[in-house]
């Protein structure tokens, strides 16, 4: 490990808005914030709001200088990353900022029935191999379900024309209409049809973001809300593989479709 990984592992572990809970030593089991983040953290019964796979956690930090009146959580698995956003939003001293390092397979056991109103995912890795891992599967979807409320906000940012393909996919197969759907954020077609607050949340740019846009790739954008009821279902459809990645880290692969 890098020295710079160390220095940043070292002083995260003294931030007081920084969660590391050693799960292998059953934390998570215990973990003190479970139903009670905003009694005993936030000091007040504001909406939480969580950024899934937030990186360095610009959007948990641009949206907490926008609404002091809402939490936000950046989750992630990476330190490293997450240490950017989380000495940034110490140093503004920012009050309604945390960030949660674990794997979002083991979101249940940090958040409490209807704790969490809104979810941003920002840039998630397409996982166009393993629908079990894909963020807005309908197998997270159903994790989200047991802490989100009921009609909770879900807005998704990518650069992956095949995650949105399948999210999309997925919320026609499950009749759920989005609030908010743009294969091109930053047209001025768009500009011109979004309000002016949600164009001012989506200007907020990412790491992996700012990447994509070099490459000249367009961001799109779905927000819905998710019902607590109903099963959900896959979508059942080939989805064209986005050509500027690599399917399998290991060998190029001749797929070109994928469900
Ligand atoms: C492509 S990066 C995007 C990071 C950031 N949101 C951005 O836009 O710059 C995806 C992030 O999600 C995190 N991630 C992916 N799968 C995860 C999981 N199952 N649990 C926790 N973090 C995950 C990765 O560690 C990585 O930081």
Redesign the pocket.
């Known amino acids: 490990m890098s020295k710079n990984k160390l220095a940043k592992f070292a002083e995260m572990a003294t931030f007081p808005h920084v969660f590391q809970p050693d799960e292998l030593r059953g934390e998570a089991e215990l973990f003190p914030m479970k139903g009670r983040w905003g009694e005993r953290f936030f000091k007040n019964t504001h909406p939480i709001v969580l ?9 948990t930090v641009g949206l907490a200088r926008r609404f002091p009146n809402k939490n936000f959580i950046g ?4 330190g490293a ?2 240490w950017t956003g989380a000495r940034q939003s110490l140093q503004e001293e920012l009050s309604n900022v945390a960030f949660l390092r ?6 249940e056991r940090y958040f409490a029935p209807d704790e969490v109103s809104e979810l941003w ?5 397409p ?1 166009m191999k393993m629908p079990t ?1 894909r ?1 807005t599967s309908s197998y997270f979807l159903q994790r989200y379900r047991s802490f989100l409320i009921d009609g909770g906000l879900v807005q998704v ?1 990518t650069d992956s024309r095949f995650l949105f393909t399948y999210t999309d996919l997925l919320l026609k197969e499950n009749a759920i209409t989005p609030i908010c759907r743009t294969e091109d954020l930053y047209s001025t077609e768009t500009s011109a049809t979004l309000p002016a607050e949600v164009l001012d949340l989506l200007q907020i740019k ?6 994509w846009l070099s490459r000249g790739i367009p961001i799109k954008f779905l927000s819905f809300q998710l019902p607590r009821e109903g099963q959900l279902r896959e979508p059942d459809a080939e989805i064209e593989l986005d050509d500027y990645r690599s399917y399998a880290r290991s060998k190029r692969s001749s797929l070109t479709v994928s469900k």
Request: glycine letters at 8%.
């Open positions: 950024e899934l796979g937030c990186g360095r956690g610009e959007y989750i992630d698995i990476k990353r997450m674990t794997r979002i397979e083991f979101i995912l920002t840039f998630s890795d996982q891992k963020l940012k990412t790491y992996y973001e700012e990447q």
